[in-house]
């Protein structure tokens, strides 16, 4: 905090760069500056001007007096690395970097950016930019930016990698009133960066709730204890801009921030209780939600409404967000019946009629959140000429300082409802046009609490580290990059999977004997480190019952193989025993660059890529998690039984998917994981994994390019990496 302190609360402030041409930025920096309420000294740094707004100008920052703690600088970038400098030998340990013109322009900005970091290291200066809007702060006041508007003082702090986001942002809250503590611009983030100021706004009195535009993170480990440490004391809700593989290239291009995974980043907002937006509205939504209510201890809403239509959308929202009407104790009803004018609907939704007033929506928000089978309630106002928007919002505002428990509000329409909506930001109620953004963001309320609550640490699953380790080095000294038939299954078993019992067969005569050792029916599956996907080739033949049965399937394997893959080298064949009919699921493994090792459930066999319906959690997974996982894939219906079939072993996948979770924690050689299919049984009689395949990291001497679909460098592709491309 002691580092970026000077950027909210300086002692002076000087402007290097600062225009008396009202046309320019850096005009506009100054007079924001000034008009905003900056209660120090602003030093206006232009050597061809002797006072700009009344303020006198120095034509070096050297010569700006006591006391000054913060640059804010606006002249062309090759000028830049001289006025840094200036910075660093008048003791200024605070930079911000509005100019562009610098590693967003490619390699010649590049170069430069890495030219004004190193004086910035030099002369132990904090540098928030290039490329950026610069800082407001509503508690000291400070507004370095040139947007022209200041916002309300509030609780929410903004950070952003998008300065013209920061503006839109500001332009929409200051009308509506919706109130902010700090707004950081961080551009380039060449030295500072989003985890920093997190880390800061984590420890800030002034801010109760965190939002966020990031376009990436610059370090996911950091990030993701940062996160953790900050949504233990206040929400923090996150739109994440990349999304698709586009959005992921614009990103880079805009700030060179490091975009990852979309999978992974909302497996690290998960594990970090980070609620996370879709729109920029929602996280405008969610945030004012935040700040203004308390959570709903439960999914109860009542809705009170003026309009049936409304009230009726009202309810569609709400249980598409996860939340359900409550029913109305009769003794709540009753005493809405006595109160409200004949005609009006009781019952949840509770329908005041058109001509309803303030103190209708006052007796009826008291009476329905004293019921206490409602958590939550979401009032609609539809504008009628005789009612006052004003006089409903304070009614409102009044109901919710009686009540602990969360209102939101719909005030439909626009111009009619303005002087309304502004008195409810001032009662600090969350209100929005349409009642389907306010069931979002009440849902929005009940998730953050859930996903901030915290979760009792578990032990790791038991495992023999030493044999899977013994397996592991072995084939990295021998070069090998893929993990397929014994070596796979003998890692995984060593963390406590089920396999069934297996041999690798290089001639049928090889094949005949272990399958007599193994006991028919078996099994036989071709072995070539360059087929990831058997049945794709014809590589697989399953419930053969006799030796003459697997002569034939052992001939017929390697000719498809080679047929379908020419010049392969085909290592022989698995002969595996057959294991009890089960539904098929994948559990895998990727690492991710950036936040390190994800575990992944879906449906397995061929439906994990034709449906890409897959969950996915950062290790260690918690049985909470792994059944978390579970629900929220399609699988679940399969699992829990259809058309007759008896549920399926569930605990048998959860413990499948923790065991994997602490087999990629404790080798982080391991960068992909598949088991597919895990074979799962009835309750009670557990999974079986039957197709292993492990890749470890590039130190092994990569496979031949193969024909087989796979990755960018000519290496088969997994079923979880598929899974995750087309996430």
Not at 404 to 426: C, L, N, Y
Request: charge should be neutral; proline fraction near 7%; include cysteine.
């Amino acid at each position: 905090m002691t580092d970026l302190q000077p950027f909210f609360t300086p002692r002076g402030v000087a402007v290097i760069g600062a225009s008396r041409d009202p046309r320019k930025l850096s005009y506009a920096v100054l007079r924001d500056l000034v008009e905003h309420g900056y209660p120090g000294p602003v030093y206006p740094v232009n050597p061809t001007a002797t006072a700009i707004r009344g303020l006198r100008c120095y034509p070096t920052v050297q010569e700006v007096p006591d006391p000054v703690d913060l640059a804010v600088i606006i002249i062309p970038a090759p000028a830049v690395p001289e006025a840094l400098e200036g910075c660093g030998r008048r003791g200024i340990r605070a930079a911000i970097v509005i100019s562009g013109g610098f590693g967003e322009l490619g390699p010649e900005g590049e170069a430069l950016e890495r030219r004004i970091v190193e004086i910035a290291r030099r002369h132990q200066i904090r540098l928030i930019g290039p490329n950026c809007i610069g800082v407001i702060d509503t508690i000291t006041p400070l507004d370095t930016t040139f947007v022209g508007t200041m916002p309300v003082r509030g609780t929410i702090a903004f950070v952003s990698h998008s300065g013209a986001i920061c503006g839109g942002v500001i332009d929409v809250a200051y009308r509506q009133g919706i109130g902010f503590s700090r707004f950081v611009s961080l551009g380039n983030q060449a030295d500072v960066n989003e985890t920093e100021v997190l880390a800061f706004l984590a420890e800030d009195p002034h801010s109760r709730v965190v939002a966020a535009y990031l376009e990436g993170v610059a370090d996911g480990g950091r990030f993701l204890e940062v996160a953790r440490r900050l949504t233990a004391r206040k929400p923090f809700v996150v739109l994440k801009a990349g999304r698709t593989g586009g959005g992921v290239r614009a990103a880079a291009s805009h700030t060179g921030a490091l975009a990852g995974s979309d999978r992974a980043f909302e497996a690290a907002f998960r594990k970090a209780g980070v609620l996370r937006a879709d729109t920029l509205e929602e996280l405008l939504d969610y945030a004012t939600a935040l700040a203004y209510q308390p959570p709903p201890r439960g999914e109860r809403v009542a809705v009170v409404t003026n309009a049936g239509g409304p009230g009726i959308l009202a309810v569609d929202a709400l249980e598409r967000a996860g939340l359900r009407l409550a029913s109305l104790a009769p003794e709540t009803s009753e005493r809405l019946a006595a109160r409200l004018p004949r005609g009006a609907n009781v019952h949840n939704p509770v329908d005041l009629l058109g001509g309803a007033y303030a103190d209708d929506y006052a007796f009826a928000l008291d009476t329905v959140l004293e019921d206490p089978g409602v958590d939550a309630a979401l009032v609609i106002l539809v504008p009628q000429a005789l009612v006052s928007p004003v006089d409903v919002a304070n009614a409102i505002g009044n109901a919710a300082d009686r009540s602990e428990k969360p209102i939101v509000a719909a005030f439909v329409g626009d111009a009619s409802t303005e002087a309304g909506v502004q008195a409810m930001h001032r009662r600090r109620v969350p209100v929005y046009p349409f009642p389907e953004r306010a069931a979002r963001a009440l849902a929005a309320l009940r998730l953050d609490a859930r996903r901030r609550q915290p979760r009792r640490e578990e032990r790791l699953p038991e495992a023999d580290t030493a044999r899977a380790a013994a397996v592991i080095r072995q084939a990295q000294a021998a070069g090998q990059r893929h993990l397929l038939g014994p070596e796979a299954r003998a890692v995984v078993e060593a963390y406590g999977l089920r396999v069934p019992a297996s041999g690798l067969a290089r001639t049928a005569a090889e094949a005949v004997a272990l399958a007599r050792r193994i006991g028919y029916p078996v099994a036989l599956k071709v072995h070539a480190p360059e087929i990831s996907h058997k049945s794709d080739v014809g590589g697989v033949v399953l419930g053969v019952h006799d030796e003459a049965g697997v002569r034939a399937a052992f001939a017929e394997i390697v000719d498809r193989a080679r047929r379908y893959v020419p010049g392969t080298e085909v290592l022989g064949v698995m002969v595996q025993a057959m294991v009890p009919a089960g539904r098929e699921v994948i559990v895998g493994a990727s690492r991710d660059r950036q936040f390190g090792p994800l575990v992944a459930f879906g449906l397995g066999g061929l439906f994990v890529e034709a449906l890409g319906d897959v969950s996915f959690r950062l290790a260690p997974v918690s049985r909470e998690e792994a059944r978390e996982m579970i629900r929220e894939t399609r699988a679940a219906r399969v699992l829990a039984g259809i058309r007759g079939e008896p549920p399926a072993d569930v605990e048998a996948i959860v413990e499948a998917i923790r065991r994997i979770g602490r087999l990629v924690l404790d080798f982080p050689a391991i960068v992909e994981l598949d088991l597919n299919p895990l074979i799962v049984g009835a309750e009670g009689e557990g999974a079986w994994a039957v197709d292993v395949r492990i890749v470890l990291e590039g130190n092994a001497s990569p496979s031949r390019r193969s024909k087989v679909p796979g990755d960018g460098n000519g290496l088969p592709g997994s079923s979880l990496q598929h899974a995750l491309d087309r996430g």
